[in-house]
């Protein structure tokens, strides 16, 4: 097996390193590992074009972070996007949070589609004019202009993290939001940046004991007081700010036991988890780690109640995986709007939905053969060993450079959004 340089993909800083559909579905920002934030906004439907609804064309682009350098650790600080988070709109504008791995901002993304003129002080051209030669007063009037979308940093929330944080999470209560990285979570009022509350750290008195990272976090979508945290062992465990400040003690500990059969070489890497998402509803926590889904419900913590298989086939190639660092990548999961569909990513630019009342599953394909305006995505299939079906492909030809780590359901309508390397794909349910 082969694999090629990310540099072959064009420019490395282009590669999308989040997806993020905002509340309504209207907008739809990426981050990439160059340090941008693009939005895309959705088309109004016309009358005269019917079929347009549902495209998304780009709205607005700003550079959200720098490359910096920690003097003290001798460190670089990659611009890379780690999470884009959206707040629900209270206005005309739109809010959201980006961070890397030590930095989050809170921006604010409005249009201005209007100017003052006749100003008294100032001329046309902006320069101050001389007091003595103002001899009449004019009202300024605002004049229409060309839409400008702007994007403007409104907090700089800093230096809270010693390690990388790969997980911001807003609560439901918009007036605070968690910022997680490997060893504690910390929790931080929007309008607050120089002060923010330690309410998780595993971080051990002496180093050398360190068994376990946070490996994900996330609020519950309606209690304000509750959140989850995913670890590198496989666990979940789910936090009540009400019982005490510091939320080192869980509440609950969802665990599955291990099967021994499986045991193996690689049994505690794979069972990582990469991504802890709730479910709309609140009533469950889905799980990614590297080769399976699985969903919980937050009655019952002893073991999931499904269990989806993402690319069972790679079992039997994990220790080339290993060799190459693929079994360390992080792969997001994420529900449909109404639950009951999930969607994660897998290699060769597949993806996987699982439909969790009929069991049905699907891979589907995320690539520019097959991206046709309104192509219909064909079904594929891997198969192992054995003899191959004409439009199956082989295990062994799996393109292990290409990978779909992030992806994002709109809240409300079957459209998706899928990041390969530095494409994005957007699909939709064929309407009749």
């Known amino acids: ?42 088309e109004q439907e016309s009358k005269n074009q019917v079929h347009r609804r549902g495209e998304y064309n780009v709205y607005s682009t ?15 600080i990659e611009e890379k996007i780690n999470k884009i988070r959206w707040l629900p709109q209270q206005n005309a504008a739109y809010f959201l949070l980006s961070t890397n791995d030590k930095t989050v901002k809170l921006w604010k993304v409005s249009e201005r589609d209007k ?53 911001i999470s807003v609560n439901s209560d918009y007036e605070t939001y968690m910022s997680a990285d490997d060893l ?17 750290d595993i971080k051990p008195a002496n180093m050398e004991e360190l068994t376990e990272v946070i490996t994900a976090a996330e609020f519950h979508p309606h209690h304000c007081n509750t959140f989850v945290y995913s670890s590198s062992k496989g666990t979940i465990r789910l936090c009540d700010m ?56 937050l009655n019952m913590e002893n073991r999931p109640i499904e269990t989806y298989q993402v690319h069972d086939y790679l079992r039997s190639k994990l220790c080339s995986l290993y060799e190459n660092d693929c079994i360390f990548d992080k792969f997001e999961c994420v529900w449909n709007g109404s639950d009951s569909v ?28 097959n991206s046709k305006p309104r192509a219909i995505l064909k079904p594929r299939k ?33 459209i998706i959004a899928v990041a390969a390397t530095n494409n994005l794909y957007i699909f939709q349910d064929k309407v009749n």
């Open 115 to 167: 100017r003052p003129e006749g100003y008294n002080l100032k001329d046309e051209e902006g320069r101050l004019r001389d007091p003595s030669t103002i001899t009449t007063l004019r009202v300024p009037v605002l004049r229409p202009m060309d839409l400008m979308v702007e994007a403007t940093p409104r907090r700089v929330f800093a230096n809270a993290h010693t390690y990388h944080i790969n997980s």
């Open 342 to 369: 999930i969607m994660t990513g897998s290699y060769n630019n597949f993806f996987r939905m699982f439909d969790r009342n009929t069991k049905r599953d699907v891979t589907l394909e995320a690539s520019r053969e």
């Open 242 to 297: 009400r019982a005490s400040a510091l939320c080192d003690r869980h509440t609950k500990f969802f665990e599955e036991p291990e099967d021994p059969s499986n045991r193996s070489f690689f049994s505690e890497i794979i069972s990582s988890i990469s991504d802890v998402k709730f479910s709309h509803s609140g009533r469950y926590i889905m799980t990614r780690d590297y080769l399976t889904v699985k969903v919980w419900d």
């Open 184 to 200: 504690r979570i910390n929790l931080w009022n929007f309008e607050i940046t120089n002060q923010s509350f330690n309410i998780v």
């Open 62 to 76: 700003f550079q959200s972070h720098e490359p910096e350098f920690d003097y003290l650790k001798s460190l670089e």
């Open 1 to 42: 097996m082969n694999y090629p340089d990310e540099s072959t993909y064009g420019n490395k800083a282009d590669i999308i390193s989040t997806v993020e559909f905002n509340h309504t579905g209207e907008l739809l920002a990426t981050g990439d590992k160059g340090g941008r934030v693009v939005i895309f906004q959705r």
């Open 382 to 414: 891997v198969c192992v060993g054995g003899k191959r079906r004409k439009d199956e492909i082989s295990v062994d030809s799996l393109d292990f450079s290409k990978k779909i780590l992030h992806t994002a359901w709109h809240p409300s309508e079957n």
